[in-house]
């Protein structure tokens, strides 16, 4: 089915380690996003690609790198994981940065211990 | 400081009934509006939008309303289905800046058969 697929769907790391979730979307959108989402908090947007070959920070980059690989793949690096890092995180694409249907990925449950 | 709020943590209603989700925002520039529903498990799912030249907008049992001069807009479902039972998460964005929307904490609806 057409989407957005997110590897992997579980994951937990110990304090220090890295790791790179990837996202790759067949829709030919231009537009990625990565959010995590906390109890309570909402979803706060990591890093986005309005393109291909740009990315920009969202509200909460900190600990964060991204990389947008070519127009399907857009990958979220942790270089040195934090139990502040545990979360559930999603990956989200858009036709262009102006359209506001997202469609997201079904989530990576992130655990830092 | 949140710009998209959903005071409301939690709402439980009874099938057939209708449901009233509120989401009030605090940035005047917003002019684009969004629901999005997610089940446990999920990613988000986008369900109803408006812009703010309008301030109604149907799709079948889902409606949303927008008052611009209380900041405030509602999704109403009726008649509510235990199908219905997830995460609502209300959006807000600004088509002049980043048209990035800014997502609020989420209402838990529980529909009871």
């Known amino acids: 089915n057409a989407g957005v697929t997110q590897t992997p769907k579980f994951q937990v790391l110990k304090t220090g380690q890295s790791m790179t979730l990837q996202c790759a979307q067949d829709?030919?959108?231009?537009?990625m996003y990565w959010y995590r989402q906390d109890p309570g908090m909402g979803l706060r947007l990591i890093y986005y690609s309005a393109s291909e070959g740009t990315t920009d920070k969202g509200e909460v980059p900190n600990g964060y790198n991204v990389s947008r690989l070519n127009k399907r793949e857009f990958s979220l690096r942790l270089e040195s994981a934090a139990p502040s890092q545990t979360s559930v995180y999603f990956c989200a694409s858009s036709e262009s940065r102006g359209s506001y249907g997202y469609t997201f990925g079904s989530g990576t449950r992130l655990t830092v211990v | 400081d949140q710009q998209v709020k959903q005071n409301s943590p939690s709402l439980s209603v009874q099938e057939g009934r209708i449901s009233i989700l509120n989401c009030d925002y605090t940035?005047?520039?917003?002019?684009?509006f969004l629901w999005y529903k997610k089940y446990p498990a999920e990613g988000p799912t986008f369900l109803i939008s408006i812009s703010s030249i309008k301030d109604k907008n149907e799709d079948g049992r889902f409606t949303v309303f927008l008052n611009k001069s209380a900041k405030h807009l509602s999704l109403h479902i009726v008649p509510s289905q235990p199908g219905d039972s997830a995460v609502y998460f209300c959006a807000a964005s600004e088509s002049g800046g980043s048209y990035i929307p800014t997502f609020g904490r989420g209402t838990s609806l529980i529909v009871h058969p």
């Open positions: 829709m030919n959108h231009n537009s």
């Open positions: 940035n005047s520039m917003f002019d684009y």
